[in-house]
């Protein structure tokens, strides 16, 4: 009997279990439709201010230039590892910094082992993965981002700060790992150059890639203007990807986890009914065998 007792308490515990991991998936799935409504309206307009912004500055004329495209040698280098700041979304968090950590490895080695890298956290669980990292600048100001309701003036501050410390030259090279939504099972994980701005390079470009601009006001002008509120679109367009593809992953995660949690459930009732048998085959068994002792006498 003690062990239906356990069995009956297993049964228990993976069914507690079981609507924990189902009520999680509801809930991702709620916040997964809204995350993916804002990504998908969000990236068709910061794909072509961003394939526009980088026409602009291989088009410009005469001396006029924007202090964010310009190519400096790499001294200094931030990258900005975007994850979330709970746990229990599959494979996201590691695979965000899992490629935050080969990045380092193959390309920035040399810096960090002159503690001339730093890395900028959005997300708590990143700022786990690098905790004992005493080679890297590790920049905590910011791992509360994701975790509230955030707006466009939320990641504004952060992409103005970026921007202010590339233009002042505390960074060379400024670089973002994040999760791009594809859909709620996949997830892509990249790394992308935040600045310098990469511009379209001339050569074995198709003709009707490059464009003449007409700049009215004058080009300076427009650039002061133009180049920031691009590149803080871009920034903000990475966090809404890296939290759709947080949703999405959560929501799978929790899916199979219900799903191994109902395999469970079988496997643990056939235990039990076994069980249950035998303890009845056994108490069968007593009884018989009481009654045939109390016959022989």
Same mark, same amino acid.
């Given at each position: ?37 804002a990504?998908?309206?969000?990236r ?18 005469? #001396? @006029?230039? !924007?202090? &964010? ?5 790499? *001294?200094?280098? $931030? ?40 890395l ?16 890297l ?46 859909n ?23 003709? #009707? @890639?490059? !464009?003449? &601009? ?5 080009? *300076?002008?427009? $650039? ?74």
């Open positions: 009997m003690a062990n239906l007792k356990e069995v009956r308490d297993r049964i228990s515990s993976v069914t507690s279990t079981q609507q924990i991991t189902k009520a999680m998936k509801m809930v991702a799935a709620a916040k997964l439709r809204r995350a993916q409504q990504i998908v309206e969000m068709p307009y910061s794909n072509k201010l961003s394939d526009m912004l980088s026409n602009i500055l291989s088009n410009l004329e005469g #001396d @006029v230039e !924007t202090s &964010f495209g310009v190519v400096r040698p790499v *001294e200094k280098a $931030l990258v900005v590892v975007i994850t979330s700041n709970r746990g229990l979304c599959g494979a996201f968090n590691s695979s965000v910094t899992k490629l935050a950590k080969r990045l380092i490895e193959e390309k920035y080695q040399d810096l960090a082992e002159n503690g001339n890298l730093s900028l956290f959005i997300g708590k669980k990143g700022l786990d993965a690098f905790r004992r990292r005493k080679d600048n590790l920049i905590t100001d910011y791992t509360e981002l994701v975790g509230k309701e955030f707006s466009f003036e939320d990641s504004a501050k952060v992409a103005s700060l970026l921007m202010e410390q590339f233009e002042s030259g505390e960074y060379d090279s400024i670089e973002i790992v994040y999760g791009q939504f594809k709620a099972a996949v997830q892509n994980f990249v790394v992308e150059q935040f600045l310098p701005v990469a511009k379209i390079e001339a050569e074995g470009v198709a003709s #009707d @890639v490059n !464009t003449n &601009f007409t700049f009215e006001p004058d080009q *300076e002008t427009l $650039l002061d203007y133009l180049v920031p509120t691009i590149l803080k679109t871009q920034f903000h367009k990475t966090i809404l990807d890296s939290n759709a593809s947080e949703q999405g992953s959560r929501m799978t995660a929790m899916d199979k986890a219900t799903d191994n949690a109902e395999d469970m459930l079988k496997g643990l009732k056939i235990n039990y009914n076994k069980a249950r048998q035998e303890a009845i085959t056994a108490e069968i068994s007593e009884i018989v065998g009481g009654v045939a002792a109390l016959e022989g006498k």
